[in-house]
């Protein structure tokens, strides 16, 4: 447990409820994440999962695109965006202990049997980036700003 808190930082009690460490299984079924619904990009580039924001900031502007060029109504537009923010809410601790576990992994491999080592590597690696937050930010207001000078 002291490693995923060594990750995690400061919010770990939440993560640690969420995963439900305390019962012995890391695991996140069936939990919803607010920030993951609400600023998906934002919050994945915070919590430092940027190959994730990379591919859902992909995924997102594939489906803009897409409905630009085959002209989809507003309405079916907003059904299509709440299902994509839907999912992020579903499956974002799930993502978020997956991301934790690999990072675990690759410091456990790059530290050997150095403990001290291991939870410097784990706290260097994890914790949360502001720069990286507003970046995100910067993004998605860049990215509104091109979609509305496409409209029009």
């Avoid at 839907?86 to 790059?110: F, K």
């Avoid at 990286?132 to 509104?144: D, K, P, R």
Wanted: charged share 15%; net charge positive; proline share 3%.
């Amino acid at each position: 447990m002291a490693l995923y808190a060594a990750v995690v930082g400061g919010n770990f009690p939440t993560y640690r409820q969420r995963w439900r460490l305390d019962q012995g299984v890391a695991e996140s079924a069936g939990s919803w994440h607010w920030p993951a619904f609400l600023i998906g990009v934002i919050w994945m580039m915070y919590r430092r999962m940027y190959r994730l924001a990379a591919i859902w900031a992909g995924t997102l502007v594939f489906f803009s695109i897409a409905e630009a060029l085959l002209d989809v109504p507003e309405g079916v537009s907003m059904v299509i965006t709440l299902v994509l923010n839907i999912t992020a809410a579903v499956y974002g601790n799930r993502w978020y202990l997956s991301h934790c576990q690999r990072q675990i992994a690759q410091a456990r491999a790059m530290a050997g049997d150095d403990e001290a080592r291991l939870r410097s590597e784990l706290v260097a690696r994890g914790g949360t980036s502001v720069p990286a937050a507003g970046g995100a930010i910067f993004f998605v207001l860049a990215m509104m700003f091109v979609a509305q000078a496409m409209a029009g």
